[in-house]
T-cell receptor, first 111, second 114 residues
Framework: GNSVTQMEGPVTLSEEAFLTINCTYT??????LFWYVQYPGEGLQLLLK?????DKGSNKGFEATYRKETTSFHLEKGSVQVSDSAVYFC??????????FGTGTSLTVIP | NAGVTQTPKFRVLKTGQSMTLLCAQD?????MYWYRQDPGMGLRLIHY???????AKGEVPDGYNVSRLKKQNFLLGLESAAPSQTSVYFC?????????????FGPGTRLTVL
C-alpha cells in the first residue's frame, strides 16, 4: 500500500544547530516526494519537492534527496533559526491523484 | 490573488446537526481536495475533485459529501455531525494531479462537534 512514515517529534533545537527529520515511504511505482511546512495557525505550504530518484529538492536552506534504494526523503538544514519553528510534513504522490502525508514533526528552535 | 480561502474559520456543532464548509480558489485550478487533520495522524484525504462537476472518494469519505458545481468552489457537507468529526479541515487546490503540481492550502476550518 501507500504510506509515509516520518520521525516523531517534538524536536527542540538550539539556534544554529543541524536539523534532520527522517522520512521513509511505501508506494506503488515511483512517486513524487514533498516536504510541506505548517506555521502556527496557518495552512500547509510547499517547502521543497523531488520528482525522480536522486533529485535533490532545496529551499530556504532546507534540502532533501530522493533515495529510491532506501525509499527515503530525509529533510536537512545546516543551521536552523527561530523562524524555522513549525510542523513539517513529508508526503508522496503516487498514482491516482492522491497525496499521502506523514503524521508531521513539530520543530521548536530556541535562541 | 486571495489563493485558497475557507469559510468559516471556526464552528461548533451539536451531534446530529448539519453544516457545509466552503472552499474557494481564484487560481483557475482543476484539482481540489478536502483533508482532515487530527493529532498524531497527519492529513487524511476525505474527497477530491479533478474538475468541475466531478468528485471522488479519498481515504476517509464516510460521513461527508462534496460538490463541485463551479470550478472555483468545492463544498464539504456534513449531514449529521458526530463527535468523531471534530477536526481541523483543510482545503487545497492544484493545477494538475501530478507530482509537478504543487498543492496550495487554505488556512483551515476548526470544527468541534459536541
Amino acid at each position: 500500500g501507500n504510506s509515509v512514515t516520518q520521525m516523531e517529534g517534538p524536536v527542540t533545537l538550539s539556534e544554529e544547530a543541524f536539523l534532520t527529520i527522517n522520512c521513509t515511504y511505501t508506494a506503488t511505482g515511483y512517486p513524487s516526494l514533498f516536504w510541506y511546512v505548517q506555521y502556527p495557525g496557518e495552512g500547509l505550504q510547499l517547502l521543497l519537492k523531488a520528482t525522480k530518484a536522486d533529485d535533490k529538492g532545496s529551499n530556504k536552506g532546507f534540502e532533501a534527496t530522493y533515495r529510491k534504494e532506501t525509499t527515503s526523503f530525509h529533510l536537512e538544514k545546516g543551521s536552523v533559526q527561530v523562524s524555522d519553528s513549525a510542523v513539517y510534513f513529508c508526503a508522496h504522490l503516487a498514482s491516482g491523484n492522491q497525496f499521502y502525508f506523514g503524521t508531521g514533526t513539530s520543530l521548536t528552535v530556541i535562541p | 490573488n486571495a489563493g485558497v480561502t475557507q469559510t468559516p474559520k471556526f464552528r461548533v456543532l451539536k451531534t446530529g446537526q448539519s453544516m457545509t464548509l466552503l472552499c474557494a480558489q481564484d487560481m483557475n485550478h482543476e484539482y481540489m481536495y478536502w483533508y482532515r487533520q487530527d493529532p498524531g495522524m497527519g492529513l487524511r484525504l476525505i474527497h477530491y475533485s479533478v474538475g468541475e462537476g466531478t468528485t471522488a472518494k479519498g481515504e476517509v469519505p464516510d460521513g461527508y459529501n462534496v460538490s463541485r458545481l463551479k470550478k472555483q468552489n468545492f463544498l464539504l457537507g456534513l449531514e449529521s455531525a458526530a463527535p468523531s468529526q471534530t477536526s481541523v479541515y483543510f482545503c487545497a487546490s492544484s493545477v494538475t494531479g501530478t507530482g509537478y503540481s504543487e498543492q496550495f492550502f487554505g488556512p483551515g476550518t476548526r470544527l468541534t462537534v459536541l
